[in-house]
């Protein structure tokens, strides 16, 4: 499957914004990526296997709960890996 990956993980990817990942589930997808790019996986799951609270996922264009890591995924989807925009003060 193709992973898009936003800006603030590309350090991780050797600048790539898409990489291509194995697995089953979107569990072992992110093993997977994190096998070919270590530390990756910690910065989008915290350590009870829940997307961490700035980052959104997306297999195709369905937005993955962020406990639901068992979504399937199949080698023709697309993951989408988002982080979300925060910080600044109001005018």
Known sequence: MIVRVSTHLRGYTGGQSEVHAHGGTLDEALRDLDRQFPGIRFRVVDEQDHVRERIK????????ADDNLRVPVNPGDTVHIIGALSGGAAA
């Open 57 to 64: 996922m997306f297999v195709n264009s369905a937005l993955i």
